[in-house]
């Protein structure tokens, strides 16, 4: 398996040679930084626009398939970046788990929401590998299908993201519900938290036998708690996952993403037991050069909206990212999803400004 | 002027006996840290939405003084904390400059975005001191109703959050349209920028005059740039805004709040010449004990939802905070403001709780 090219014990592979984003993470030295971007994949596209009317329902298209190998393979067809990321969704382990889910169109993503301990017997884990048994089928297609040189990144949600969701009932701008819950009953927030651990360990255990040679986990909503509540709820959850997908899979590497962490990201990098982190576009590059690069690898941080404006303010935020991080551990990325009325040919010169890096 | 209490030829006076918050910002000792609430006035006081109900119109309760005062003045009978802040809101000045502004039930403030530097020819300083004159006599009246121990605080929104509203035309998840007007055409955005800071140091300078014994300005949305932004729309506009002060009015304290700088705040506090920094609550607090108080005072930073669970659990983040802070320059405060269905007994407790430890 290609993760393995960490091994001490292994001389550098073909594997390695091909693929930026492997030998980065892996702290070897590449021909330039790997880049990909977060949600690539998406509503930017036409193609994908195209895709997604296939099917009315989100869910649906994303245990298809064939749309979701088809959604992931369209950016790399027009962008050749080092990088796929499995199109899936982060609540797609609270659907397994048996929480009713729907997506309404400009609302996003509507749960029955579970507010307090009580409402965790509405959940159960039984059948839930059948229930996302597609999604490893895509990644399995994926492995199989990418071009040589672009590794395949799987993905989950951190516990504390997919958490407020399930709290929320959807999204939320200041999380209150869950703070409440957290904050009023610790101990029985703590068990929606390690179901959610043990429930990620087994879906990213399997996305990785299925061939996934990186994973991702996205905290979208870290930034929302105080210092304590961040030590518990997003750093210790993402120690235990990722410690216990390494004792299964040696030398995979997994990448957090603890967005909007702000002056706990040392903490974070210093505790999660993470190869990477992703810094979101907040993070200054020399602060990340001098104290996080030395730790782990750091993948970052274009505005998204420096994405949408694009031109010469672009390729000079490009290339200020490039100068002060390029000399470590480095994937380029955003800092946060590309946003949907992004004109591609910007992200078509964004790959192309990375390349000439070479 | 109960400012001049710093200024050194002056001894401590009565006044920096009785205001413990100047008193602090001074550097001097106090029996016990300072305390007040963002949003203490507001919402959810019971007294507040009876006063509320008196106008449909929310800009029309602001410039009216009977209401301003009364709404300013209901928190300190209930709490009696150690500053009023003037009932107001950061979008009276887009309104005195003739942006068409208009709160809507549920959904906030909408304004006519201004999209480009060609919209700020919408834009007119005549006439806006008079506009704003009903603040400067709400202020008025304040500094001579107040309670002796309590100090006055007056404010204005931050250059780059006043800007978000204008530009977005009300609140934003992402602030896409400022930040592509500010990524795109920068000496554009920074006319708009430019023209608020000269307008907010007349507006706090008559804020001052008038009996405001303190300023904060809050940039609320501060955490949505990346560093170089920062530097340039949210430090600057302050760092600016802050000297004019200063120097019109020696030994004004000057709190800044720039919520969400995470990694930045450090050259916020170093650059932006405030002499207290507003914390929103995730910043750690043996961080800021270790590398912010020696440089300022600091304020801060119960989690408003905390405030809401109240009970033991917000017993012990009170204590917590006053244990990690209480040893330097610090005024007790939340993260940000409270929120409406806050029990107002739970606030009573807290203040209780601050109270008890002189």
Chains 1, 2 share one sequence.
Not at 208 to 233: C, I
Not at 241 to 253: C, E, Q, S, T, V
Not at 297 to 323: E, H, R, T
Request: aromatic share 8%; charged share 20%; proline share 8%.
């Amino acid at each position: 398996m290609s993760w393995a090219i960490t091994n001490p014990a292994m001389p550098s592979s073909d594997i390695i040679n091909r693929k930026r984003l492997l030998a980065t993470l892996a702290g070897e030295t590449v021909d330039r930084p790997p880049f990909w971007l977060m949600r690539q994949a998406g509503r930017h596209l036409p193609e994908y626009r195209t895709l997604r009317d296939k099917t009315r329902n989100f869910l649906e298209f994303c245990y298809t398939p064939d749309l979701a190998v088809e959604a992931t393979l369209q950016p790399v067809r027009r962008y050749h970046p080092d990088a796929a990321i499995l199109f899936a969704d982060i609540l797609l382990i609270p659907d397994a788990l048996g929480q009713p889910l729907d997506y309404l169109a400009g609302e996003g993503p509507v749960l029955e929401p579970i507010r307090n301990a009580d409402g965790l017997t509405r959940l159960s884990r039984q059948g839930i590998h059948e229930h996302l048994s597609p999604v490893y089928e895509t990644v399995t297609r994926l492995a199989a299908e990418l071009p040589d040189d672009v590794a395949l990144i799987g993905f989950a949600g951190a516990p504390w993201t997919v958490a407020t969701y399930m709290v929320e009932g959807g999204g939320s701008r200041d999380h209150a519900h869950t703070k409440r819950w957290a904050f009023g009953d610790p101990a029985g927030f703590d068990r929606l938290i390690d179901l959610l651990v043990e429930v990620t360990i087994e879906y990213l255990d399997r996305q990785v036998l299925a061939g996934a040679e990186v994973v991702q986990l996205f905290d979208t909503w870290a930034g929302a708690l105080p210092e304590a509540a961040f030590r518990r709820w997003c750093i210790d959850p993402v120690r235990r996952i990722a410690g216990a997908l390494k004792n299964r899979h040696p030398g995979l590497p997994i990448i957090g993403f603890p967005r909007g962490a702000g002056q706990s990201l040392t903490t974070f990098v210093r505790h999660a037991g993470v190869d990477a982190v992703s810094l979101d576009s907040t993070i200054p590059l020399a602060w990340a050069a001098d104290v996080l690069q030395p730790l782990v690898a750091v993948q970052g941080n274009l505005d998204p909206q420096m994405l949408a404006v694009g031109g010469s303010a672009m390729a000079a935020a490009i290339d200020d990212i490039l100068a002060q991080l390029g000399g470590g551990r480095f994937v380029f990325n955003l800092g946060h999803g590309i946003v949907p009325d992004t004109p591609p040919e910007h992200v078509a010169a964004l790959a192309a400004r990375i390349k000439q890096k070479a």
